[in-house]
């Protein structure tokens, strides 16, 4: 049955929602009519949620500053990127690397806020980590290719695998686009951090000391969102705000535990079970 994943879902046994940002609270610079009273009920319910993007062309600050001009108030501490993991990443598996960042400013200043060296000379580097680049240029590209074609047994990493990310228009590329034009120019595969990846939902899940039964990830993609609530053994619902259609959800071998129209009808039924 269309909906009806591995668990129902009990609202009421849930303590943590783990939000999905761009399709499933806002579009854009749009904030969906229903975002500011869904995270006011969850909190005032005496639970709480934290925000997880796998898109990362910001640093945690700009995503807050982001979020409290479509009038969204956030804390650092709430957001959880694919930015962040990888970082917690490398200090776990990689703390001395000098990176080569293909990325934005924003996320080179996050890497360097958390110790790490980033040169802009490649030769001086030890690892490479790839990203939602909206500073991308043709040097960029070039550096990477060298390194990862030269050095073979160079750490490389990725922050997360979407191949396009959302926008009121449309779609743009996203990183798993350069993770493909990368292969195809060096054979070469990254580890790969953000969702599906579990860690995300795994450091909400540890930052709120809940477990995965009162956890649920809420998003509008299926591979990411979705998929790395399962690998996590979260409660997962899928919202048709986003990326997703019906037709693609019901054909879909992943399967949410619970699918609906948008963040609106979760608001509804939050409201219902008070």
Do not use: W
């Not at 009920?41 to 700009?62: C, F, M, P, Q, W």
């Not at 493909?180 to 860690?199: C, H, Q, S, Y």
Request: hydrophobic share 40%; glycine share 8%.
């Amino acid at each position: 049955m269309f909906g009806k994943g591995s668990f129902a879902v009990d609202l009421k046994r849930i303590r943590l929602f783990l939000f999905d940002m761009d399709g499933t609270l806002y579009l854009g610079e749009r904030l969906f009519g229903f975002t500011k009273e869904l995270l006011q009920v969850i909190r005032a319910s005496g639970r709480d949620y934290r925000y997880l993007t796998n898109n990362s062309s910001k640093g945690v600050g700009e995503y807050v500053a982001k979020l409290e001009r479509l009038g969204v108030p956030a804390a650092p501490e709430e957001l959880i990127t694919s930015a962040t993991a990888t970082i917690a990443y490398l200090k776990e598996h990689h703390p001395h690397a000098r990176i080569y960042l293909c990325g934005t400013k924003s996320v080179r200043r996050d890497l360097e806020n958390a110790g790490f060296a980033v040169p802009r000379d490649p030769r001086l580097c030890d690892a490479v980590v790839i990203t939602t680049d909206t500073e991308l240029t043709f040097q960029k590209l070039d550096d990477v290719c060298m390194l990862l074609s030269t050095r073979p047994d160079l750490p490389y990493i990725a922050t997360h695998p979407d191949l396009i990310c959302p926008t009121e228009y449309g779609y743009m590329p996203d990183c798993g686009s350069l993770i493909e034009l990368f292969e195809r120019a060096t054979k070469r595969l990254p580890v790969v951090i953000g969702k599906p990846n579990p860690l995300m939902v795994e450091m909400g899940m540890r930052a709120l000391g809940v477990t995965p039964e009162e956890t649920a990830v809420v998003g509008d993609r299926l591979n990411t969102d979705v998929l790395s609530g399962i690998r996590a053994h979260a409660r997962t619902i899928l919202v048709l705000s986003g990326a997703v259609t019906r037709k693609e959800a019901e054909h879909s071998e992943i399967r949410p535990d619970l699918v609906l129209e948008s963040g609106a009808d979760l608001l509804e039924r939050l409201k219902n079970d008070r």
